[in-house]
C-alpha cells in the first residue's frame, strides 16, 4: 500500500508562487465545515502561497443565521471562498479550496467541489448539530473525507472518539483527528491524513 507523502517545510510560506519543479500531483481538496470553525486560519497557516481569502465584515442581519455562540469575537466570514496550496513530499500539491459547509451554500459548494478529490471536514465539537448541514453535503457529493475537530480551549474534552463517531454517524473508516487550525503542523498533519486516506480509497491510482 502507498503511503502519504510527508510535509515539505522548506517550499512552506516560502512567499514564493511558483510551483516546485518536482510537482508531480496536482490535487485539488476541500476544506470545509460549519460557520466560524477555522476553515480559513487553517488555509493560512499551511499556505505556501499567499491565500486568497474573500472575506466580508459580519453584519447584525448575519448573526440572525449564523450562529456566534463560542465564536464571539468574530468579525469577518467568508462569502465565496479561500484558496491556498502547500507542497507534499514525493511531488503531491494540495490545492486548497475553502468552502463554507452550510445548507444554503449548497449551488457555491457543487460548483467548487467540482475536480476535488477529497475533502477536509473541520468541526467544532461545542457545536456537533452545526456540522450536519455539512457532512450531508460531503456525503452526497461522494466525496472520500477526513474529519478534523478543532481545538477551541472551551471545547469539552469528555467525549471518546467512539462518541464523536456516533455523533456525526461517521463510517469507521472515515478517518477522525484532532487538529489546531491555528498551527501548521497540525493542519498539515490533517490533510496528511485525508490524503492517506485517499490513498487507501484508491490504491490502484496511487501505485
Ligand atoms: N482556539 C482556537 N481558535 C481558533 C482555531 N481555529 C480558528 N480559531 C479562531 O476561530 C475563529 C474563526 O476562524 P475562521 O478561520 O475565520 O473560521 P471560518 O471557518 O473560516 O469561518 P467562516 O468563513 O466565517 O465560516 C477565528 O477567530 C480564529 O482565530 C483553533 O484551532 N483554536
Ligand atoms: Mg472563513
Redo the contacts with the bound molecule.
Keep these: 500500500m502507498a503511503s502519504a507523502p510527508s510535509s515539505t517545510s522548506d517550499t512552506a510560506h516560502d512567499g514564493g508562487i511558483h510551483l516546485p519543479d518536482t510537482a508531480r500531483d496536482l490535487v485539488k481538496i476541500l476544506v470545509t465545515?460549519?460557520?466560524?470553525?477555522?476553515?480559513?486560519?487553517?488555509?493560512?497557516s499551511v499556505s505556501e502561497i499567499r491565500p486568497l481569502h474573500t472575506?466580508e465584515q459580519?453584519t447584525e442581519a448575519s448573526a440572525q443565521i449564523?450562529d456566534l455562540d463560542g465564536?464571539r469575537?468574530?468579525s469577518?466570514?467568508?462569502?465565496a471562498i479561500?484558496f491556498g496550496r502547500i507542497s507534499l513530499a514525493g511531488g503531491v500539491v494540495l490545492y486548497l479550496f475553502?468552502t463554507?459547509?452550510?445548507e444554503r451554500f449548497r449551488s457555491l459548494w457543487d460548483d467548487i467541489a467540482y475536480g476535488a478529490l477529497g475533502a477536509l471536514v473541520?468541526v467544532d465539537s461545542r457545536r456537533i448539530d452545526a456540522s450536519f448541514d455539512v457532512l450531508g453535503l460531503v456525503e452526497e457529493s461522494g466525496l472520500p473525507y477526513a474529519v478534523a475537530f478543532?481545538?477551541?480551549?472551551d471545547a469539552p474534552r469528555h467525549y471518546s472518539g467512539d462518541q464523536l463517531r456516533e455523533a456525526l454517524d461517521l463510517e469507521i473508516d472515515t478517518p477522525m483527528m484532532m487538529?489546531?487550525?491555528?498551527?501548521q503542523g497540525?493542519s498539515i498533519d490533517a490533510l496528511l491524513s485525508l490524503v492517506q486516506h485517499l490513498i487507501d480509497s484508491n490504491p490502484a491510482e496511487h501505485r
Design positions: 465545515g460549519p460557520f466560524g470553525v477555522g476553515k480559513t486560519t487553517l488555509i493560512d472575506e459580519l449564523d465564536v469575537e468574530k469577518t466570514t467568508t462569502v479561500d475553502g463554507p459547509g452550510q473541520l478543532n481545538s477551541f480551549p487538529c489546531d487550525a491555528r498551527d497540525s
